[in-house]
């Protein structure tokens, strides 16, 4: 079964960080391009950040306190978010799809994805 699960959220103060992990299982994600995005109250799922697959590695994050990164090993993906702020709360999902991209537009759009986890919440508040 195909599935991504992401973990690692939570409620941290402002200025505070957190790794979020996205783990894949029935599936190698390292032939994958995986982004993160996060969709707050009332707004649009938004893309955060994106990893192409290891063939060719680019990555690009929105924001430069975010970093993305791969453990093939781990067959998981990981954002690391810090000096977090109130307006980055959300919900954060992770989602793969197959292939190598690098195009922000492309691997920033939710449309494009074939495989998505449930979501984690992050909550940045005092």
């Known amino acids: 079964q195909v599935q991504l699960v992401e973990s690692g959220g939570g409620l941290v103060q402002p200025g505070n960080s957190l790794r979020l992990s996205c783990a894949a299982s029935?599936?190698?994600?390292?032939?994958?391009?995986v982004a993160w995005f996060r969709q707050a109250p009332g707004k649009e799922r938004e893309g955060v950040s994106f990893i192409s697959s290891n063939n060719a590695p680019y990555t690009h994050s929105v924001k430069a306190r975010f970093t993305i990164s791969r453990d093939n090993a781990k067959n998981t993906v990981y954002l690391q978010m810090n000096t977090l702020e109130p307006e980055d709360t959300a919900v954060y999902y992770c989602?793969?799809?197959?292939?190598?991209?690098?195009?922000?537009?492309?691997?920033?759009?939710?449309?494009?994805?074939?495989?998505w986890g449930q979501g984690t919440q992050v909550t940045v508040s005092p």
């Open positions: 029935g599936f190698s994600l390292d032939r994958y391009t």
């Open positions: 989602a793969a799809k197959w292939g190598t991209y690098y195009s922000l537009t492309y691997a920033l759009d939710v449309k494009n994805y074939d495989y």
